[in-house]
């Protein structure tokens, strides 16, 4: 611990003037060209920028943060801050204390990698060719092609990689993923391969693949827009209703985060009516890929027709007061603990209430505002959780903020506050769901008929 000098400098409190004229040059960031090298003073800074701005301004680290663990991996990126460094070298650099964070809303991360990565395949770059997930082994999976197209080669095993082995090739990029726990960190890194193994290892124009039985392939790289990227993009992926046979709907939600809230409203809306129509008596809300939004969605968009009595989105909370919204009795910077007392009312004369039973399904990328809904959803008894848990706290931070490193450009996310949930209860402490059901990346819709299967002659929970 007593090793780093940045450690010392900011526990010693000599770098808040420093931190002062850092956070001015935030304000304006340089943003380095891809192949401008920064110098080590110049990468040390920011390491330095990191750890000062997380101390000032998160509200308690020590929710996810095994300090001593922090302290060794400083120390350890410190060492490695010796040379120049162009600002994806510097990112792999900076990022092995992700892991450390422990938390999917604290990250060092690239100010805009979606707009980066279109720029990319607009230049006429690409991508490794296909969508992965990664095994328990971390041994990567081949599903589609980069996209969702077909490929000859769905389920096949990836043993090398140009040569490398696949395996330590992940371990190499879980390094850097962000996340609260291990479980998480693999989920995302499978959504993401494409990205990573960019930023970690360029941009070749060809793979040669060695795949399980050992045969190997050359492959080119894809310039198809990945598949994240096309759903993010695509409101009819997210936000889909399906009735189906028995009584059943299945109703996706593939975020809480929407550039056309009116719109998503609407289809809540007919969606239920769609539902009361039907004669709908179980419904599945699908939040596997939802990491996450503004919670209004889900209190308007489902709750309105879901929930039977009065509820609360959390119970008691940290957070670090902000100079925008300082309440009488505080200061800009102070920490406040606090309980939520106002209740949301349900909307008991909701023409479209939804009566039936109800399930939520979940998976290790269910996260942030989903995680509360989810909580929300148990703690009142509202419908029941099923799917793959243990990936993400029940605890969750919020209210994040990013602030851009002043050399490198690249960028610092960190929460304003931390929730419990409405129960209060703090154990278990990653969600987890009634019904545990295994999610087959190559079979999304098995777990649906599972749940489905189990439930099918069973009396509402």
């Known amino acids: 611990m007593s ?12 770098l808040a003037a420093c ?18 090298r920064l110098s080590p003073e110049a990468l040390r800074a920011d390491l330095r920028f990191v750890v000062e701005t997380l101390e000032a301004r998160h509200p308690d680290l020590s929710y996810s ?78 599903l589609t092609a980069l996209g969702g197209g077909p490929t000859p080669y769905a389920g ?23 996340g609260d726990t291990p479980k998480f960190r693999a989920a995302l890194l499978s959504r993401r391969w494409w990205l990573y193994t960019w930023k ?31 759903q993010e993009d695509d409101f009819e992926s997210l936000y889909r209703l399906e009735l189906l046979d028995g009584g059943n709907a299945l ?19 007919e969606a239920f009516d769609q ?52 309440k009488p009795g505080e200061t800009a910077g102070q920490v406040v603990a606090g309980e939520i007392s106002s209740l949301e009312e349900p909307r008991l004369d909701e023409p479209l209430r939804f009566e039936g039973e109800v399930w939520l399904l979940i998976g290790p990328l269910t996260y942030s505002s989903a995680v509360l809904f989810s909580n929300v959803v148990q703690d009142y008894g509202f419908g029941h959780l099923a799917g793959v848990g243990g990936a993400v706290r029940v605890r969750q931070s919020g209210g994040v903020q990013s602030t851009v490193l002043p050399h490198t450009g690249l960028t610092l996310s ?37 749940l489905l299967s189990r439930t099918a002659n069973r009396p509402a929970p």
Not at 441 to 447: D, F, M, N, S
Request: aromatic share 6%.
């Open 251 to 269: 109703l996706t939600l593939g975020s809480f985060s929407s550039s056309d809230k009116a719109r998503y409203f609407d289809f809540c809306r």
């Open 275 to 326: 539902m009361k129509r039907a004669g709908t008596r179980r419904l599945i809300i699908d939040l596997r890929d939802n990491g996450g939004g503004d919670d209004d969605m889900w209190k308007e968009g489902i709750l309105r027709y879901v929930a039977r009595r009065p509820y609360r989105a959390g119970s008691s909370y940290l957070k670090r007061v902000q100079e925008s919204s300082v």
């Open 3 to 14: 090793s780093s000098p940045v450690l010392r400098a900011v526990r010693g409190g000599v």
């Open 414 to 450: 960190f929460p304003r506050f931390v929730l419990d949930r409405p129960s209060g209860a703090r154990e278990p402490a990653l969600l987890q769901p009634r019904e545990v059901i295994d999610l087959d990346p190559l079979r999304p819709r098995a777990a649906i008929e599972a």
């Open 200 to 230: 970690l290892h360029g941009a070749p124009a060809h793979f040669e693949l060695a795949l399980d039985g050992g045969e190997v392939v050359r492959v080119p790289a894809s310039r198809v827009l990945p598949s994240l990227l096309q």
């Open 19 to 36: 931190a002062a004229v850092l956070a001015s040059c935030a304000s304006v960031p340089v943003a380095p060209t891809p192949s401008e």
């Open 156 to 178: 096949r095993r990836l043993a090398r990689i140009n040569g490398r082995d696949a395996r330590e090739l992940t371990r190499e990029l879980l390094a850097r993923m962000h």
């Open 65 to 142: 943060v095994d300090r001593g663990e922090l302290d060794r991996v400083v120390a350890e990126v410190e060492r490695s801050l010796d040379h120049p460094m162009t600002r994806d070298e510097a990112w792999a650099a900076l990022a092995r204390l992700n892991p450390a964070f422990a938390d999917a809303h604290v990250l060092i991360g690239f100010q805009d990698w979606r707009r980066d990565s279109r720029a990319h395949l607009a230049r006429g770059g690409g991508f490794f060719p296909f969508e992965v997930s990664l095994r328990e082994d971390g041994t990567p999976t081949l």
